[in-house]
């Protein structure tokens, strides 16, 4: 994730989906006090700690 930028369409998805992840159970990928799974979510795309890829189609 170092090495690549995300548009804001592609962050939002990745956030909600890491956020849904979290609030049916999921472990939590990084030290927080947050309780809220979207603002557990937006820390671990902070530390950079989300396993998350984004495959982009080539334009036409």
């Known amino acids: 994730m170092s090495t690549q930028r995300y548009n804001r369409y592609e962050k939002a998805r990745i956030l909600g989906a890491r956020a849904l992840q979290v609030s049916y159970g999921a ?34």
């Open 27 to 60: 472990p939590v990928l990084i030290e927080t006090d947050q309780t809220e799974p979207i603002l557990v979510a937006a820390e671990e795309y902070d530390a950079g700690a989300l396993p998350f890829t984004v495959r982009r189609e080539a334009d036409a």
